[in-house]
């Protein structure tokens, strides 16, 4: 017995050593996430900052400096382009490692190496879709410039300088959470990146859906609730622009066009909110008479945040802004001369084509009324703990088949079986040397030269210099197809249906210094319907655009002032569109007292997306519920996936239409009317708010409604905000939901010695220990803007600067 428990007492603390050694599920190695020397104490910064520091790199070719303001903010001084680089990628890998490593993971179908088999599916939908190979071929074009290759070459360098210096002990959180460590950068990664990019703003698509309703309801009724024009709309190029070009002829429609190619199908639609906003002012509407240009870009809100801010100094380049971690350059910012921010054109460049197979084997596709033969692309997909999966992906001439039989994983089971996909982020690309030349540029020419070097994803760059030229392009390499191409599935085996070629870029829409002295975007209609060529037939819902319009037209004396408070303004235009069309509908003698009170609540509102608003949570889910009481019956139909019309197209039919057959509820045995709808979905709206929050009083407000907040990355619980008391909606300019919002505001006005403001909800470090971690969450979230420290030289700002880091060979 004695014995036996002497190798208890020795056998038992190995185990339990063992045990905690190992990750269990979800949960971390305790012993060593809890170890004082290498866990998770390492990563509690000290609020004392370190003034100077000096590093060796090896590849450096001259001494670097790098200073750091209040906010932790780079400011690089660099005597050359490779150390410029160099720089970028050791700074930005110090405060983002892993969030870089996670992105570019994900973005190549890697997630199964860390967190073992229940990622599978994951890493399997990113490699069907073409996520690496489209990474390949950009990176090839990258390479092929010898400057493009310098710069991704030298941040790459720069990166896996800091790497190699980085301790266990210091190992961002998240890899001693989930129990993995970095691995070395490589290009590719750049490349991985900025296809994820491609893919958050350009993956979704409604051709699915449109099939479904050209099947159900025919060409005429299609034509009817998704016209290829809004009813409203203010367009990016002012109406009237004239076309200064010969254009190309455009390919002719085939007469099987129209034909429905499949049923039974869906797919991610297009998110609402996904967009941005930007503009520029002309010196003419400003009180300094230089002009001014805004930008804030609308995206899903993390901790860390998808922007670094960096100020890139070297021979031939001062520029201030924000990067891609993961990715050399500045993609909006301004320099000395010029400033440029970027929206979202939402061009149709990702179609699908139904593939006509000669057997089981796929190893033939009937195109063009031969047999061609598929290629073949051996994925290896690596899982944590050893085992790995080859999977095998046809490609046509098109792109990859992406299922031939549909997962459980949710994205899976929005894509067509059998259908190939043809996507401009799997051609070859250069979108470097688009911001190498926007970070250096002087003038409109630099601007336009830099445009022709862009692919993907399309964005409507904005343009503003102290030389007092405003410009705006929507810009991108734009496939040359016959209109509503792509609207709905295509059909694989016809070479008519093939992309006809190119849009030359010196014909893609453009306006410069515009008689209404300012431009501007908001992801709406590119130009009016004299445009020559076909870009998409749907674009986002006007209000953001029309609102923006409105105010610039009626803007005088502008100051950066002025611009700050309007990219917070929460005035709604629906709101003003349909309310004196609906609140007459309302039968109030047939509300109960509480919906009295909402019904009088909503008829004095401002129209305004206030935090404190409580009739904007009212008629925000009376919106969404009237406009489901419309469509449902209609476009819910099992089997067949279908999409609702869009919003501008329901107005009109709720101010114009007010008779329309798509107002009865066709499951139900008599006829409903807008006014049955209306009041209906009123009631419903109130009571449901009432279930859901109490009483009419503070936590109907719309702050609290709306529950905006900044979630960590990886959705790891306790790293991401509070929620935040905000106003703003989808369709203000304010574009603020619930985790969906501006992700960078910047405001720069130009002159002589140009002035940056700039914020971002998050803080420049990916350390949840560190204070700099999410410092700027409540000036962006309160509306306010950091004036941004431009500097000249090192010795520039010195009270503003916290630590100075030294770089040599």
Same mark, same amino acid.
């Given at each position: 017995m004695n014995k036996l428990k002497a190798v208890l007492c020795i056998v038992a603390p190995v185990l339990l050593g063992l045990l905690f050694h190992i990750k269990i599920g979800d949960l971390p190695p305790v012993l060593k996430f809890l170890n004082p020397f290498s866990g998770f104490w390492q990563n509690a910064e000290n609020t004392f900052v370190k003034k100077q520091k000096r590093v060796r790199i090896p590849g450096a070719r001259a001494p670097i400096e790098i200073l750091f303001d209040e906010k932790m903010i780079p400011h690089v001084f660099a005597q050359n382009d490779h150390d410029l680089y160099l720089a970028q990628g050791y700074v930005t890998a110090m405060h983002r490692l892993w969030q870089m490593d996670f992105q570019t993971r994900f973005a190549a179908g890697r997630i199964s190496e860390v967190v073992g088999p229940k990622a599978i599916e994951v890493d399997r939908y990113q490699r069907r879709m073409g996520m690496l190979f489209g990474a390949e071929n950009s990176l090839k074009g990258m390479m092929a410039d010898p400057k493009s290759r310098e710069m991704i070459l030298a941040y790459t360098e720069g990166i896996n300088a800091y790497i190699k210096s980085l301790h266990r002990s210091r190992y961002p959180l998240e890899y001693k959470l989930l129990d993995f460590k970095p691995e070395l950068w490589t290009p590719l990664k750049c490349a991985l990146l900025l296809k994820q990019m491609s893919a958050v703003l350009a993956m979704g698509s409604d051709e699915f859906y449109m099939t479904n309703i050209l099947k159900k309801y025919g060409p005429e009724v299609t034509a009817n609730l998704f016209p290829d024009y809004p009813f409203r709309e203010s367009p990016i190029i002012p109406e009237g622009t004239r076309w200064n070009f010969d254009p190309l002829k455009i390919p002719a429609v085939p007469e099987n066009a129209m034909n429905p190619l499949a049923a039974n199908i869906s797919t991610r639609q297009k998110e609402d909110g996904i967009g941005s906003n930007n503009w520029a002012i002309s010196g003419s509407k400003t009180k300094s008479g230089y002009p001014i240009l805004a930008n804030d870009p609308h995206l899903d809100l993390t901790l860390p945040s998808i922007w670094y801010q960096i100020q890139l100094h070297a021979p031939g380049i001062n520029a201030y802004g924000v990067s891609l971690p993961g990715a050399p350059g500045i993609v909006i910012g301004y320099n000395q001369n010029i400033a440029w921010g970027v929206t979202n054109v939402a061009a149709d460049v990702l179609d699908f084509y139904q593939v006509r197979f000669k057997d089981s084997t796929h190893r033939e596709y009937l195109y063009d009324g031969k047999w061609k033969k598929t290629s073949r692309r051996i994925e290896k997909i690596v899982m944590r703990g050893?085992?790995?999966?080859?999977?095998?992906?046809?490609?046509?001439?098109?792109?990859?088949?992406?299922? $031939?039989?549909? &997962?459980?994983?949710?994205?899976?089971?929005?894509?067509?079986?059998? +259908?190939?996909?043809?996507?401009? #982020?799997?051609?070859?690309?250069?979108?470097?040397?688009?911001?190498?030349?926007?970070?250096?540029?002087?003038?409109?020419?630099?601007?336009?030269?830099?445009?022709?070097?862009?692919?993907?994803?399309a964005q409507n760059f904005a343009f503003a210099s102290k030389d007092n030229d405003i410009a705006i392009t929507p810009n991108g390499k734009f496939p040359l197809k016959w209109k509503n191409q792509g609207k709905f599935i295509l059909d694989g085996t016809d070479k008519r249906h093939d992309w006809q070629g190119w849009i030359p870029a010196a014909q893609n829409p453009t306006v410069k210094n515009p008689p209404r002295g300012f431009v501007s975007s908001a992801n709406q209609s590119s130009?009016?319907?004299?445009?020559?060529?076909?870009?998409?037939?749907? $674009?986002?819902? &006007?209000?953001?655009?029309?609102?923006?319009?409105?105010?610039?037209? +009626?803007?005088?004396?502008?100051? #950066?002032?002025?611009?700050?408070?309007?990219?917070?303004?929460?005035?709604?235009?629906?709101?003003?569109?349909?309310?004196?069309?609906?609140?007459?509908?309302?039968?109030?003698?047939?509300?109960?007292?509480?919906?009295?009170?909402?019904?009088?609540?909503v008829g004095r509102w401002n129209k305004t997306y206030a935090s404190r608003a409580v009739a904007a949570s009212i008629f925000e889910l009376w919106m969404k519920k009237l406009n489901d009481a419309i469509w449902e019956d209609d476009f819910k139909v099992d089997a067949m996936p279908m999409r609702y019309p869009s919003r501008d197209r329901t107005v009109e039919m709720i101010l114009n239409e007010p008779d329309a057959r798509w107002f009865d509820d066709t499951r139900t045995p008599k006829t409903e009317t807008l006014n049955f709808l209306c009041n209906q979905t009123f009631r419903e709206t109130v009571d449901s708010l009432e279930k859901a929050h109490g009483a009419i009083g503070r936590a109907w407000q719309w702050g609290y409604v709306k529950n905006s907040h900044v979630p960590h990355l990886a959705k790891i619980p306790g790293m991401g905000s509070k929620i935040l008391f905000t106003g703003g909606s989808k369709s203000t300019i304010n574009a603020l939901g619930e985790t969906n919002g501006p992700s960078w505001r910047m405001v720069v006005a130009l002159g002589k010695n140009p002035r940056g403001y700039g914020i971002f909800p998050g803080g420049q470090s990916g350390n949840p220990g560190s204070k700099f971690y999410d410092n700027m969450i409540g000036t962006w979230a309160a509306g306010k803007l950091d004036e941004l420290l431009f500097l000249h030289s090192p010795a520039e700002g010195k009270s503003h600067i916290i630590k100075h880091l030294k770089i040599t060979r």
């Open positions: 050893g085992d790995s999966e080859n999977d095998t992906v046809t490609y046509t001439h098109h792109g990859p088949v992406v299922y $031939f039989k549909k &997962t459980g994983y949710s994205k899976a089971a929005s894509v067509p079986e059998g +259908a190939a996909l043809r996507w401009i #982020a799997h051609d070859r690309s250069n979108e470097l040397m688009t911001f190498y030349k926007l970070n250096r540029g002087k003038n409109y020419a630099d601007y336009r030269q830099a445009l022709t070097y862009y692919t993907a994803p130009t009016d319907k004299t445009y020559p060529y076909y870009l998409n037939w749907e $674009f986002s819902a &006007t209000e953001r655009g029309r609102r923006i319009n409105n105010r610039l037209t +009626a803007m005088s004396q502008a100051t #950066a002032d002025s611009v700050i408070r309007m990219q917070t303004d929460n005035y709604s235009m629906l709101a003003e569109s349909v309310l004196p069309a609906l609140m007459p509908m309302i039968d109030i003698l047939g509300l109960n007292a509480t919906q009295k009170e909402a019904y009088a609540l």
